[in-house]
């Protein structure tokens, strides 16, 4: 990953929804001004979602999702029409496109209502207003009246637009932006901890599991947000680490290391000087840490023979001494003295059978946006299945979880009083 290249995890996601042949895919080639989705008059042309990243003022970097047609019929459209919805779950604004002369059928007001009931924001596209003969323009039922009866329909905001003629788009992505709440925290990783000119130490080990020739995409982000911020970030390997803190001019305001080395940045790390990893970095910023926090308690519960799902959000190619599929393994059997199970899944989904899992640890989330892990934490929730992180689930095992979570108030108040709780 480029970092010339916004990640798609950082990018407001725009998911359109609507009948086949609404125009959605039009719609997106109409707002990127190029031929980003395939269009044709075949009903069913776009199968899976598909993905298409651009720059949006005022917003930013965005991706708009194209999906299926909801109308799609047997057992091929139902599988598709699941992965429309399924789309849902990362969505930060939905457009439901409608055709001007057809106007809101049940399977418009039915997206409307679930995404309402996740609490998405939603616009209304009323695409194809070139297809309105004069008769439909002009009296009753014209097309102000029209888009008004629309917007009373399916309860949100709509835009009359022609995709094909580029009439309107102007006017709907000034809507998309004031529909977007505004968030100017919305993305930081460690820009809210730290001030101008503090020192940031990044402990980042160099071995076999490092990509060749660049730094993974946490590293990266951490780094850019500390130099939007007009922090200094200062990065060393954990074997440089005590001599980079013996050679700094003044105390760093805290140091971010890799998980994997977190027994070592310890010991290298005064006191007082707070730290962190990367990993809890990004369960704050993607997750609700306190929860994924207090999921470490569930370490201790684990008995003999119990399944533990370890969870990444990406796909790799494993190396010999792997985090997800032998180092955190090694670890967990070794605090627990336990023989527990651990089966492991890649992508953007849980196994079905989410309640047969003791624990769930799940990889730090770089991969997906905040909408997208919340969803994974509720599903987990759902199952009554704990839930932590990798960084959070490494601190714990190798004693250093309340000193790994001090830069966090809320969170370390919540450990604090649920320990309390639990030695009464």
Request: proline fraction near 5%.
């Amino acid at each position: 990953m480029s970092m010339n290249h916004t990640p798609r995890s950082n990018r407001l996601h725009i998911a359109i929804f609507g009948r086949s042949n609404a125009g959605k895919s039009s719609l997106i080639n109409a707002i990127t001004k190029q031929d980003a989705a395939v269009v044709s008059p075949v009903k069913g042309t776009t199968t899976d979602p598909v993905y298409k990243a651009m720059e949006l003022l005022p917003l930013g970097p965005v991706v708009f999702i194209d999906t299926a047609g909801l109308d799609e019929t047997g057992e091929l459209g139902e599988l598709r029409k699941q992965k429309t919805l399924d789309v849902l779950n990362k969505a930060e604004l939905a457009l439901i496109v409608l055709e001007a002369p057809s106007g809101v059928s049940r399977l418009e007001r039915q997206i409307a209502e679930i995404v309402s009931s996740k609490g998405i924001p939603a616009l209304g596209v009323l695409n194809k207003i070139d297809l309105m003969s004069d008769n439909d323009t002009s009296g009753p039922e014209g097309l102000a009246s029209l888009v008004s009866k629309t917007e009373w329909e399916l309860g949100i905001k709509v835009m009359p637009i022609s995709a094909l003629k580029q009439q309107g788009i102007p006017k709907l992505m000034k809507a998309i932006s004031a529909a977007i709440p505004e968030d100017d925290d919305k993305f930081r990783i460690i820009g809210d901890l730290v001030s101008p000119g503090d020192l940031v130490v990044l402990v980042v080990p160099v071995d076999q599991a490092a990509p060749k020739g660049r730094l993974i995409l946490p590293q990266q982000q951490t780094i850019r947000d500390l130099l939007e911020s007009d922090a200094i970030a200062v990065a060393t390997k954990e074997y440089e680490l005590k001599q980079t803190l013996e050679s700094l001019g003044k105390k760093p305001r805290m140091v971010v290391t890799d998980s994997q080395v977190f027994l070592k940045a310890a010991a290298d790390t005064p006191r007082d000087i707070p730290l962190t990893s990367f990993s809890i970095l990004f369960a704050r910023q993607k997750g609700r840490l306190e929860e994924l926090v207090q999921g470490a308690r569930a370490i201790d519960r684990l008995q003999h023979g119990d399944k533990v799902l370890i969870a990444e959000a990406c796909t790799h190619h494993a190396q010999a001494d792997d985090i997800g599929t032998v180092k955190i393994p090694r670890w967990l059997r070794q605090a627990t003295g336990k023989q527990l199970q651990f089966e492991f899944a890649s992508g953007m989904s849980f196994p079905e059978n989410l309640g047969d899992y003791s624990l769930i640890v799940h990889c730090g989330g770089c991969m997906l946006n905040r909408r997208q892990m919340l969803w994974r934490m509720e599903q987990a929730l759902s199952a009554r299945v704990p839930i932590v992180n990798y960084g959070i689930a490494i601190a714990y095992v190798q004693g250093i979880l309340e000193r790994a979570i001090s830069p966090f108030p809320l969170a370390r108040m919540a450990w604090e009083y649920n320990t309390m709780q639990d030695s009464q």
